[in-house]
């Protein structure tokens, strides 16, 4: 009987479901639905001149629909074969296209130009395009569609657009007013850390290894803006007797002192106690030196990152900060237990943290936590500054990773493109791996291909076996084997190609750049250059010069379509890269007894500097000795190899980076940081304000004076209590190392010129004379009113390269002058006094006499 119930109710069941199973096979059978779409195209601007661009768009009333997303279905998330069509005002058509719109269906800023006066005509076309099938089985297809016609003026006068301000000509500090194009690009440049010097954890510029700053001018003379304390410096005085080898430690590859990143104006930097355990990370005004945060943390600091995104929502640009930190140990290495790190990302206006990337590879974050060097991506629109790290795997695979797309949350994929869907606020976990863009296999290689260098023309990758085997593989083989693959795609761009060196010799790759990379032969001082796009030989041997300390060591960088070799021997040289000719060549020259080597050597490692035209160098030595006096900062110039600058200090350890128009350095003479730049200054100006007339000279008198922030420091405002002079461009070096290095006063400093005027009571605006001020930073001019009135005396400092100008004005009135008075006749009497009488007597007689004498010196001659 329970079976029969049971039957009965499963036939119940059947019977009751089938309509149902009946209406979802109707719905499943649904397998078309076409999306109507409205087109629309914009050209502006409308009207423009002939010759002129014209930013064309192509949108979509509605963006891309997302079918199903509840059950996390995506469809087509950009449309496909755009196209614009164009009538001309002669009937004719041009058709541009196809394109590719972005994440909100558009496709934005197609450049066209008109050649002809006349009307012109735009409509968009879209082919349709399915946009998948949703999980019940639905095709969803865009219909196609054409936009209505938009009619574009083109007219003979161009059409005025925005301009932006000019550069300054003023003290100017960040944030840079967003409509200023034109500055950022000229003097706005940050530094990013990316590169990795030698000894250093972060600092270079960037992964290229030519620590090239070319969106920034640099100072062209030693001014100095502020300095600022990092550490114990100079001599400890007391009981620790004074010599080279006394110094408190500032040159050993075994500490950190000062390793930047500079970022919308701000310096960051790891703080370090006892010189060797990071304590914290400083964030420093870089106009004043001020500091703004010290965040207390044992990350290493490595990269800085602005971004440039865009998504469906916004555009627009984010700073970050990307620490290094430990976050445990596993398993056992050669060392002990391996070290695991992560990255932490730190929100730079106030170092808090924002978010963590796990599971760095232990080929990356190396023994000691720092990083490799990384490139910035200016290829993708969408993600502008993103951080590319380059590795060769375990697996003898190169990679690389996208620090965009391992951000952009949790199981994202596809292009970049299709991934930037909201807001850009990195916040939580996310794992290393998530950023691997791509991975290709290596050719096999003994020793195994290494990255020589990177560029964003390409990753260069070398394979050069020892013959001998030595520290630093010093005796190579007589060949090498280069590859290169595409620093966005992956793709094989040539290679592998062997290239023929000197057996036994000491070759290396030591600089890449502008479509060159050049191999130095260190036992040789000789340089080769070849293609980064063909791996061919260009040139060479170049013969470089130098010493016998060049052979040492030595360091490249390649800007300005030149190479740059500097080395111990004290030497830089400048090779064309196109031709492989000797350029130039500097050298400084005899050191006497100030080394034991007889020169100043130059520091390699990775520290040296371009920007602005100009190559900046570090005379310093590793070891042996510590610090040995006469080292200073060298500017070359880049062009003829002249010397632009220079200044006393021990600035080896560190990059100098350049950024806002300014270069920093870290001088170990004293452990502080430097701050090079120009400078804000102050004028001023008086003249009497009493008692002045027409006929009084007017003596104006005034001073000009350094206000950098540098000059209300302890040391230098109680030295210049009446403020810090300003000196010519030609003795700043003196000057300043007198300053802030406790050198000599110089005896021989001259002034600057300054401009004064006066505007009389008419309106008549005339300048009465240029002056120099002192050596102590007055000056004075000597001046007569021409007519009675109110008076406006402006003095002017123009600047110079040290330093901004300024100017001030004051007032006086001048009285007319009072007229001359008439001389007092005095009346005559017709009666002549005694002494009237006696003196009218003594002169007729002395007459008389006078007269018989040469009547008889006459007769005498005529009677022999």
Partial sequence: MQNKKTLIALILVVILTTPMMMQLGQVFAQSTVNVPDYLYVNASPNPVGVGQTVYVSLFFSKPIPIVNSTSFFLAATQYIGLKINIVKPDGSNETL??????????????????????????????????????????????????????????????????????????????????????????????????????????????????????????????????????????????????????AYTASSPLYHFFEPIILNGILYYNWYAAQTDVAGIAAVNLRTGQTLWVQNTTDILIYGQVITYHTVEEFGSQAFLWTSHLAGYAGMGMFGPNAIYEYNILDPVTGNQMATVTDIPSNIASLFGTSTNALIDSNESNCAGSILIYYVDYSNNLVMWNSSLCLTGPGASGPLAEIFTGDFKPTGSYNFTQGIEWSVPLPTANPAFGIAKETN????????????????????????????????????????????????????????????????????NQVYGYSMTTGQQLWGPTQLVGNALSTIYSDAAIAYGRCYIW????????VDLTTGKLDWTYTRGSAGYNTPYGIYPNWVFGVGTLADGMLFLSEGR???????????????????????????????????????????????????????????????????????????????????????????????????????????DASMTPFMEAVYEQQPMPTNDTGIPVTVAVTDSNGNCYDIGTVTTSPTGTFGLTWTPIIPGNFTVTATFAGTQSYYGSFATTYFYANAAAPTAAPTATPQSNLATTADLMTYMVAVAIAIIIAIAIVGILILRKHP
């Fill in 622 to 728: 590793c070891y042996d000795p510590p610090l040995f006096p006469g080292g200073e900062k060298l500017a070359i110039n880049c062009t003829d190899g002249s010397l632009v600058w220079e200044i006393s200090g021990a600035f080896q350890r560190s990059p100098s980076p350049v950024a806002d128009s300014e270069m920093l350095g870290w001088n170990g003479y004293d452990g502080q940081i430097y701050a090079f730049g120009t400078g804000p200054t102050k004028t001023t100006v008086t003249a009497p304000d009493v008692g002045v007339t027409t006929a009084t000279p007017v003596t104006i008198t005034g001073t000009v004076t350094d206000i950098s922030a540098g000059a209300s420091q302890e040391a230098v405002a109680a030295n210049f209590p009446n403020g810090l002079p300003c000196v010519s």
């Fill in 567 to 574: 080395d111990m021997g004290g030497y830089a040289n400048a």
């Fill in 97 to 246: 296209g196809p394109y590719t719109s972005d994440t909100t269906g558009g496709v934005g800023a197609v450049e066209f130009v008109p050649a002809t006066v006349g009307n012109y005509t735009f409509q968009g076309i879209f082919p349709g395009q399915s946009l998948g099938t949703d999980p019940t089985g639905t095709t969803y297809n865009m219909d196609p569609a054409v936009s209505p016609p938009v009619k574009l003026v083109v007219q003979q006068s161009p059409v005025s657009g925005y301009s932006s301000a000019p550069l300054p000509s003023s003290y100017w500090t960040r944030p840079l007013y967003a409509s200023n194009y034109g500055w950022p690009q000229t003097i706005g440049g940050n530094w990013y850390g990316l590169g990795r010097p030698g000894f250093d954890n972060t600092g270079g510029y960037d992964g290229s290894g030519n620590n090239f700053q070319p969106y920034s001018t640099a100072p062209t003379t030693a001014h100095v803006l502020w300095t600022k304390l990092t550490t114990t410096g100079g001599q400890p005085g007391g009981e620790t007797p004074a010599n080279e080898m006394s």
């Fill in 457 to 524: 023309q390409a990753i260069l990758l070398s394979s050069h076996p020892a013959v001998l085997s030595t520290f630093a593989n010093q005796f190579g083989a007589s060949y090498a084997t280069d590859v290169a693959y595409n620093p966005i795609t992956g793709a094989l761009l040539w290679g592998p190609r062997n290239q023929t060196l000197t057996n036994f010799d000491d070759i290396g790759i030591v600089a890449a750049g502008d479509g060159v990379y050049v191999r130095h032969d260190k036992d040789t």
